[in-house]
C-alpha cells in the first residue's frame, strides 16, 4: 500500500469517527487528533483533510466510492506541505463538479443578506481563514520585532490600524508579547463592529454591560476603546468563558476596568448584546455549522435573541445606545429581529445608525453584522 492509500485509509477511519456532523464536532475532533500516534505534522494533515470533508459534507453524504471520496477532499484541501503528496496522489482522479452553492444549505440563498451575491458570499465562506489580532498597545513595535524573530510576516488591515493578518496556523499564543497581553486574536470582522461605531465621541458615558460577553474578545476591546476611565460589566450564561476573560484581562492589564458580577445592574450608558446565532459568518472557521444549521435552527436562534434584546433593552439608561450584533449574515436572525425589536419599541428607541453587514472575505474577515439604538426615554 502507497504512503497516500495509507493516508486516505486513516482519514476514512476517522471520517467515520467523527459522525455525525453537528455542533459537538470540534471537540470530537480534537480527541481524535490527540491520539499518541500521530505526530505533529500528521495532526495538521489529518486536521485539514477532515476539515475540509466537513465543509463537502453535502456531496460526500451519497458518495460511497473511496476514489472518488479522496478526490474531491484532495482537490478541496488547502496545498500545503502536509498535503502534497495526498494532492498528488488524489487530486487529478474524476469526481463530480460542485459550485459553492451545492454545498451550502438549501436556505442559504434566500437568507443570505451580504454586499455580495449569495454565490459570491459561498465562495468566500469555502477559502482558508488567516489569523486576525488586535493590537492593545500603543507602542507595537516590540510585537513586531518578536513576531519577525519567530519569522512571522504580518499584515495590516486597510481601515483598522489595530488589526493585522498571520498566515493560518500560525501559534500566536506562544509568542511572549501574548502573554504579555499587547495583542489578542481577534478576526477582523468582529474587530470592524465596535471600531465602527466611534464610541469615543458617541458613547453618552463610559459605564457599559457586554451582555453576551462570552470570553470577552469585545469586551477587551470595548474597555480599550472607552480608555482609562470605562467600567464594564461582563455577563454570560457560561461560567468556563468569564473565566477566560478574567484571565485576558488581567494578561492585558484591564482587570481595572472590567469586572464579572453574578447579574447587571441597570442604567448603562451602553449595553453590547453580542447575540448567540447560527455563526453563519464564520463557517470559514466553524464548517461544521455549515453541514448542520437548519432553517428551523434560525428561528429558534432568533427567538433567543429577541428575548436577550428585549431585556438589554431595559438596562439602557435614557440617552444611552443598545448595541445589537451577531455573527450571522442570515436575515432572519439580523435584519428581522432589529425589525422586530423596534416595532415593539416605537417609543423608546430609534436607531442611532443605520444596520450594516459585514460580508465574509471583503478584506479576509470572517461575516458580521451590527445595528446600533439609541433610548429616548
Same mark, same amino acid.
Request: glycine share 4%.
Given at each position: 500500500m502507497s504512503f497516500a492509500a495509507n493516508q486516505l485509509r486513516i482519514a476514512r477511519i476517522l471520517w467515520e469517527r467523527l459522525q455525525p456532523i453537528d455542533r459537538a464536532v470540534p471537540g470530537r475532533l480534537q480527541s481524535l487528533l490527540a491520539d499518541r500516534r500521530f505526530g505533529s505534522?500528521?495532526?495538521?494533515?489529518?486536521?485539514?483533510?477532515?476539515?475540509?470533508?466537513?465543509?463537502?459534507?453535502?456531496?460526500?453524504?451519497?458518495?460511497? @466510492?473511496?476514489?472518488?471520496? %479522496?478526490? #474531491?477532499?484532495?482537490?478541496?484541501? =488547502?496545498?500545503?506541505?502536509?498535503?502534497?503528496?495526498?494532492r498528488e496522489a488524489f487530486a487529478t482522479t474524476p469526481a463530480p463538479e460542485f459550485s459553492a452553492l451545492d454545498l451550502m444549505p438549501e436556505w442559504f440563498a434566500e437568507e443570505c443578506e451580504t454586499h455580495a451575491t449569495p454565490a459570491d458570499t459561498a465562495r468566500a465562506l469555502l477559502t482558508r481563514a488567516p489569523v486576525w489580532v488586535r493590537l492593545q498597545t500603543d507602542d507595537p513595535e516590540e510585537v513586531f520585532a518578536d513576531w519577525a524573530s519567530r519569522g512571522w510576516t504580518a499584515d495590516s488591515h486597510p481601515t483598522l490600524p489595530d488589526a493585522w493578518r498571520l498566515p493560518p496556523e500560525t501559534n500566536v499564543s506562544s509568542a511572549r508579547t501574548y502573554d504579555e497581553g499587547?495583542?489578542?486574536?481577534? @478576526?477582523?470582522?468582529?474587530? %470592524?463592529? #465596535?471600531?465602527?461605531?466611534?464610541? =469615543?465621541t458617541r458613547s453618552p458615558g463610559q459605564r457599559w454591560l457586554d451582555a453576551c460577553a462570552g470570553a470577552g474578545g469585545k469586551t477587551l476591546q470595548l474597555a480599550r476603546l472607552l480608555g482609562p476611565s470605562a467600567r464594564i460589566d461582563a455577563t454570560d450564561t457560561r461560567s468556563a468563558p468569564l473565566a477566560e476573560l478574567r484571565a485576558r484581562a488581567g494578561r492585558a492589564a484591564l482587570a481595572g476596568r472590567i469586572r464579572t458580577p453574578d447579574a447587571p445592574g441597570h442604567a448603562y450608558d451602553g449595553v453590547l448584546v453580542d447575540a448567540p446565532c447560527s455563526g453563519s459568518g464564520t463557517w470559514r472557521r466553524a464548517p461544521h455549522l455549515m453541514a448542520c444549521t437548519a432553517r428551523s435552527d434560525l428561528l429558534a436562534s432568533a427567538n433567543l435573541q429577541g428575548t436577550i434584546l428585549a431585556q438589554a433593552a431595559n438596562r439602557v439608561r435614557p440617552g444611552g445606545i443598545l448595541v445589537y450584533a451577531t455573527c450571522s449574515i442570515a436575515r432572519t436572525e439580523n435584519r428581522l429581529v432589529t425589525e422586530a425589536f423596534l416595532a415593539r419599541h416605537t417609543d423608546s428607541y430609534q436607531i442611532d445608525t443605520p444596520a450594516r453587514t459585514l460580508t465574509p472575505g471583503t478584506y479576509d474577515n470572517d461575516g458580521f453584522y451590527v445595528a446600533t439604538f439609541r433610548r429616548n426615554t
Open positions: 505534522r500528521d495532526r495538521r494533515f489529518y486536521r485539514e483533510l477532515l476539515l475540509t470533508a466537513t465543509r463537502l459534507a453535502r456531496p460526500l453524504a451519497s458518495i460511497t @466510492d473511496e476514489t472518488t471520496w %479522496a478526490a #474531491l477532499v484532495a482537490r478541496a484541501c =488547502a496545498s500545503t506541505r502536509e498535503t502534497e503528496g495526498f499587547r495583542y489578542e486574536v481577534q @478576526d477582523a470582522g468582529s474587530q %470592524a463592529i #465596535l471600531a465602527g461605531l466611534d464610541l =469615543a
